[in-house]
């Protein structure tokens, strides 16, 4: 009989161009984020970003960074 092959995330098609602009969002999303005192680690060229807050952080340094990071996804990818 007949199956079904899921290729999601396999690079087929459209999904590379797809790739590469996401790449180039989380890199630049980095660049923002360092240039506005977030320190975010940006991992396979882009691709995964995380927030790397210092040991002792405050609530209030945690919600700064939030509102840096959520600026520059908006500005990067446009408002949600």
Do not use: W, Y
Not at 22 to 51: D, H, K, P, T, Y
Not at 55 to 66: N, V
Request: proline share 5%; glycine share 16%.
């Amino acid at each position: 009989g007949r199956r079904a092959i899921d290729l999601r995330g396999a690079g087929v098609g459209e999904a590379r161009v797809t790739r590469e602009r996401a790449i180039q969002a989380g890199q630049e999303i980095g660049r923002i984020c360092r240039g506005n005192g977030c320190s975010l680690g940006v991992r396979r060229r882009g691709s995964v970003c995380r927030v790397v807050p210092p040991f002792p952080t405050t609530e209030d340094q945690m919600h700064s960074a939030a509102g840096i990071l959520d600026q520059a996804f908006r500005q990067v990818t446009g408002p949600a």
